[in-house]
């Protein structure tokens, strides 16, 4: 008899899926060649039996590790009662979930989405109307300021304002209506400001582009800025919010509050595409009946589950766990200067490290990490970027540390 929920394909080995992934998957990804099959908390396992430390955790979102039993059980529970209705009707878990999450975030409401693009998309959206409906801001002329090194998702409206030149050739024409300026400079951002700005959009640190965290103070006097000018300020907390940094929010490090909240990845449980903006009623109510929507924005299931990611998040302790073993993390990752680290840019359970690049690329050392059984991810050049679950054992994390270190010894 057949194992329970055992996939036909069971007979499969890595290679045999690496080459069905390069004849009939689109090559918009290179990843490692490593084809997971299971996982439990921060360990995964391929299928050829291989384990390893998840050092990712899916950009955050993964951020209570994988199959986090609480998320389980809610997420199968709801699947036997009601999987999607459609926004056309209301349906149980919805109201409570966008009450938990505006609590969450101090706001008064909340619209849900799925993916962190879509989530993007409703702030852009929300805020360009706002400007026009409110501030009176002419028709088409609503214009948002944005960073230089900026991630928000690959629609195409957000990668027109990308700076990152393969995310954007050959997709154009561009969406209009976006100023970018250099990441972290207040006053770039003050002399971008016209009467026709809406908005600013920004990551609290900028995950993509290297764990790359603003100067203190950054935050807050933008906040300032924002509120002498009637311009709304835009947090995308995708990857940066839901406990990563330390606390729930990566703004909350500087007490700011922004306009809207933009939030996703950790939001689904590392189960469903869960994402939602959250903002107060003065801004939300520009939203009407039929200016947006999504058939799967805040079905049953994503609701059942992004509510228990509140509930979860509401006792703190994650957040203290993600300060207590990004401490452990830190000091584990500065003792590596010595063999190649040379710069290590951290906050919470989260980390940016740049390497020598004389000694390997940050892909390559990604590859020797993999052989070695901890899975990390690359960005930009000599770059790695670790964001183990929030489940992870002290131990793990001195594992982490020492195959960086031996790989990084082999290599100098
Ligand atoms: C991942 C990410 C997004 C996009 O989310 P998707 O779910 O991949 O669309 C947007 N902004 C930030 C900061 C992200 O990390």
């Not at 009939?24 to 430390?53: M, Q």
């Not at 149980?92 to 989530?119: H, I």
């Not at 107060?280 to 609701?303: E, Y």
């Not at 670790?386 to 001195?398: G, I, K, N, S």
Request: glycine letters at 10%.
């Amino acid at each position: 008899m057949e194992e329970p929920g055992a996939p036909r394909d069971r007979e499969l080995n890595s290679a045999d899926h690496l080459a069905l992934m390069a004849g009939h998957a689109a090559h918009n990804y290179a990843p490692l060649d490593v084809v997971i099959a299971s996982g439990e908390g921060a360990w995964v396992t391929d299928v050829d039996g291989r384990r390893y430390l998840d050092a990712l955790a899916g950009y955050s979102a993964l951020n209570f590790g994988h199959r986090h039993p609480q998320l389980i059980k809610v997420a199968v529970d709801q699947l036997h009662r009601l999987t999607l209705t459609s926004r056309a009707f209301h349906a149980e878990p919805l109201g409570p979930f966008c009450r938990a999450l505006a609590g969450l975030t101090g706001k008064d409401m909340v619209l849900p989405m799925n993916s962190g693009a879509e989530a993007v998309e409703t702030a852009l959206k929300v805020a360009r109307r706002w400007g026009h409906d409110v501030r009176g801001v002419a028709p088409d002329r609503g214009t948002v300021i944005v960073m230089d090194g900026n991630f928000h998702g690959r629609t195409t409206t957000i990668i027109s304002f990308s700076t990152d030149e393969d995310s954007r050739r050959g997709f154009g024409p561009y969406t209009p209506g976006f100023t970018v300026v250099p990441y972290g400079d207040v006053e770039a951002i003050r002399q971008a400001i016209t009467d026709d700005t809406v908005a600013v959009l920004l990551e609290p640190i900028q995950g993509e582009a290297g764990v790359i965290i603003p100067p203190d103070g950054f935050l807050r006097e933008v906040r300032e800025l924002c509120t002498r000018d009637g311009v709304l300020l835009i947090a995308d907390e995708i990857q940066s919010g839901l406990a990563r940094t330390g606390r729930t929010f990566a703004c909350d490090h500087e007490d700011v509050a922004p306009d809207v909240y933009v939030l996703g990845k950790a939001l689904g449980g590392g189960i469903m595409p869960v994402s939602a903006i959250a903002a107060d009623r003065a801004v939300m109510d520009v939203i009407t009946p039929g200016s947006h929507g999504s058939t799967f924005g805040g079905n049953p299931l994503a609701a059942a589950i992004g509510h228990e990611v509140v509930r979860m998040l509401s006792t703190g302790h994650w957040q203290q766990r993600a300060t207590e073993l990004g401490a452990v993390l830190t000091a584990g990752l500065q003792s590596l200067t010595d063999v190649g680290v040379v710069a290590v840019r951290s906050r919470g359970l989260w980390a940016g490290v740049d390497i020598d690049q004389t000694l390997m690329s940050g892909k390559e050392l990604c590859r020797r990490l993999a052989d070695r059984g901890v899975l990390a991810k690359d960005t930009h050049g000599s770059t790695i970027r670790l964001a183990p679950p929030l489940v992870v054992e002290d131990a793990d994390l001195e594992l982490l540390v020492d195959t960086l270190r031996t790989v990084l010894v082999a290599a100098g």
